[in-house]
């Protein structure tokens, strides 16, 4: 195998590394998250693809993100090139795509590697590698230790998902509106006419009656339609029928077909929901196989809208009941209390998500870092896609996350300070152009 050149798109979750050959072809390209094994892991598979050739590596992070690949490639004794990320972006001008993606950024600055050579390498007295490298080698002893701010936030974002996920159980909360209602409207009569217009049935029907009682004194069609002063295709059609419903056609009918017809029960469904926008539920029912126009959909909602019966208020936003959800139960008001309890009554999906949330809450705050893979196996049992993920990242950094969850010690102190910095800066920042716009 040939030179190889391995261009990484470093990111403080995961990079994106692609390598390519002499002929600038692509042989490897995997997204690869940040951490220590899998870093390793994709060394040794690029390693192993340059058969004993030389590999150039390329970085456009030389800190924060991309330290910890820095200091593995540092020890492996690889000769390392340092992109800027703004000479990336130039150079990706010229590359075919219009698209930002990782995976292109990772192909440039291999190439960008592959191709110059002013690029300057990061030698191992650079300040980041020997740092690195210092606590790598002199401290092999030092755990990772998970951050349990970020844990509890990325249990909460995972929670909202599987909340949003299940939108339709947060109807349960929609009060009644018949129930609500202080007294129901009396119900119209109902007449056997299926005409919508009484005073248009009554004029059919008289000149209908005119007509046939013409016809049986013996005048002829012509003559009717001079004395009727009508045309003579409408003395034939009154002529022809037997009775006035016999006429019954048209606008003015009754229970007439409409292409609308089959999408009558969504736009119900999401009238019930709180959905009012004609516009909105037109674009909706087109994707559908909808035809019509948006007129139709319109008038239809206008007979709703203008009909006694009120409009059904919109369910809780997932983030409330998610917010709910993560809160301790003893802060929330009585009726969030009663809210919770009929949502979960009503969805046992949710009803899982609460039990694991509070299960890794307690977790968190009583420091049982050893019941992590109970839980973790408890999740995976359950139908929670979001959750599912959120496991899939945990059990990568278990070690971590059970020394997160265990040891007093972690950086969450460090970060507090770092917020009340970035917090006094922007106010006097703030204050500073306060007073020279003065």
Request: aromatic fraction near 6%.
């Amino acid at each position: 195998m040939p030179e190889l050149w391995a261009g990484t798109d470093a990111g403080k979750a995961a990079h994106h590394c692609t390598v390519i050959d002499t002929d600038g072809t692509k042989v490897l390209s995997r997204r690869v998250p940040n951490n220590e094994a899998e870093l390793l892991e994709l060394i040794g598979d690029v390693l192993a693809l340059a058969e004993d050739s030389p590999v150039t590596w390329a970085i456009d992070l030389n800190a924060g993100g991309g330290a910890l690949l820095i200091a593995l490639l540092t020890s492996h004794g690889q000769r390392l090139l340092y992109i800027p990320g703004r000479t990336v972006h130039h150079a990706s001008r010229g590359y075919r795509g219009d698209g930002k993606t990782d995976a292109k950024d990772a192909y440039v600055i291999a190439d960008q590697a592959r191709m110059r050579r002013d690029l300057q390498p990061l030698q191992e007295w650079d300040e980041i590698a020997v740092d690195l490298k210092i606590l790598t080698a002199g401290a092999p002893q030092a755990a990772q230790v998970a951050n349990g701010w970020h844990l509890w936030h990325n249990l909460g974002e995972a929670a909202e998902r599987a909340v949003a996920r299940h939108r339709q159980c947060l109807g349960v909360l929609v009060p009644d509106p018949e129930a609500k209602a202080e007294k129901p409207a009396p119900p119209e009569e109902k007449t056997d006419s299926p005409w919508r217009s009484e005073r248009f049935a009554n004029r059919v029907r008289a000149r209908h009656a005119t007509v046939h009682a013409l016809l049986e004194a013996g005048h002829s069609r012509r003559s009717i339609g001079r004395q009727l002063n009508m045309t003579h295709r409408t003395v034939k059609s009154l002529a022809d029928a037997a009775k006035p419903e016999d006429l019954f056609r048209g606008q003015w009918q009754h229970n007439r077909t409409s292409v609308l017809d089959e999408y009558k029960p969504y736009l119900d469904e999401r009238w019930d929901e709180g959905c009012t926008n004609a516009w909105k539920l037109w674009e909706e029912i087109v994707p559908m196989g909808y035809r019509g126009s948006y007129g139709r959909v319109s008038a239809y909602l206008r007979e709703k809208r203008t009909s006694p019966r009120p409009v059904t208020a919109q369910p809780p936003a997932p983030r409330v009941v998610t917010r709910w959800i993560l809160s301790r139960p003893e802060t929330l008001t009585e009726i969030e209390q009663l809210r919770l309890k009929a949502v979960l009554a009503n969805c046992p999906e949710l009803d899982a998500l609460t039990g694991h949330v509070r299960s890794f809450a307690r977790m968190l705050t009583e420091r049982q870092g050893e019941r992590l893979p109970q839980w973790l196996d408890a999740v995976r049992q359950d139908d929670l896609a979001s959750l599912h993920t959120l496991a899939a990242g945990i059990d990568r950094d278990r070690d971590a996350v059970i020394a997160g969850f265990t040891l007093p010690s972690n950086s969450g102190v460090v970060e507090g300070h770092v917020n009340r910095i970035i917090l006094w800066n922007q106010r006097c920042q703030a204050v500073c152009l306060c007073i020279t716009s003065r």
